[in-house]
């Protein structure tokens, strides 16, 4: 049992491109300030990094080609964002597939944070950003299926403690919040586009997006499943606490979420339980 343990568990994951280990540094910083102290020393944080098994490779690959190449900067920001998603789904069902890999980082993150909360079963809430948004629903989809052909659900390494089990398979999260969200990209060719079904009867679904993100996208419009699941809100990305940048309204404000003010508000308001 943990000493002093904590009654709600917040979790980070990152999105596609280049991406420092401390990606989420500045971003807790902020959310720790719009709790407060009183109310943070609840909150068992963890981040999920999973871009190490992917960016080695792709760096060498960018070295190679920059010789041959103009807008070096642009092709980086392509190379980097749309290798990640198809590495991801590559042969995902083998067993030291990234897909597995990166499930396996999120289950790690989570075990962390259950122990931080006296292995109890508290409520869950994740942000994602990105790519990691479809990292997380993969993983909430698999962890649903009495059956799934990939990822680390598919039942080959099952757990002895049942409660243990629940809480990694996020039986308890209270709040997903995903911002700069791709998913529609991975799914708009398939015929029935269903999301995972809600974990519990508290489960809430927020997603938001800039309406200038050519990488975000409201999820309601995907089927009448996500619509009935998900609450889509258009914000200005990059509208920090300091000051609001100029490139708010471009493409580029992909990068921008985890400087939002209405992101941290809104996890920092999930924490408020």
């Given amino acids: 049992m943990a000493r002093n343990p904590k009654s709600i568990a917040l979790l980070t994951i990152h999105g596609m491109g280049e991406t420092p280990k401390n990606y989420h540094k500045l971003f807790l910083e902020r959310v720790?300030?719009?709790v407060g102290k009183d109310g943070w020393k609840h909150v068992a944080f963890e981040s999920i990094f999973y871009q190490d098994i992917l960016q080695e490779n792709q760096a060498k690959i960018f070295q190679n080609m920059k010789p041959h190449i103009r807008w070096q900067g642009l092709r980086k920001f392509l190379m980097y964002n749309f290798s990640d998603a198809a590495s991801l789904d590559y042969h995902k069902e083998t067993v030291n597939s990234a897909y597995r890999q990166a499930q396996s980082r999120i289950s790690s993150a989570l075990r962390k944070v259950y122990?931080?909360?006296?292995?109890?079963?508290v409520p869950v809430v994740i942000l994602a950003y990105s790519l990691g948004c479809h990292v997380i629903s993969n993983y909430i989809w698999d962890a649903q299926q009495p059956a799934p052909d990939a990822g680390v659900w598919t039942k080959d390494t099952p757990l002895k403690d049942e409660a243990e089990e629940n809480f990694l398979q996020l039986h308890s999260l209270?709040?997903?919040i995903t911002i700069g969200c791709n998913i529609p990209v991975f799914v708009a060719g398939y015929k029935?586009?269903?999301p995972f079904r809600k974990p519990n009867r508290a489960f809430k679904w927020l997603n938001l997006y800039d309406q200038d993100d050519i990488l975000g996208w409201p999820l309601g419009p995907l089927s009448p499943d996500y619509g009935k699941?998900?609450?889509?809100?258009?914000?200005?990305?990059?509208e920090?606490?300091?000051d609001l940048l100029l490139k708010s309204w471009n493409p580029y404000s992909h990068e921008d979420y985890l400087g939002d003010r209405t992101v941290v508000q809104s996890v920092g308001d999930a924490l408020k339980l």
């Fill in 32 to 34: 720790k300030k719009y």
């Fill in 115 to 121: 122990g931080k909360c006296g292995r109890r079963d």
């Fill in 174 to 176: 209270n709040h997903l």
């Fill in 192 to 194: 029935k586009i269903k």
């Fill in 229 to 238: 699941l998900v609450k889509d809100v258009p914000i200005n990305a990059n």
């Fill in 240 to 242: 920090k606490f300091s």
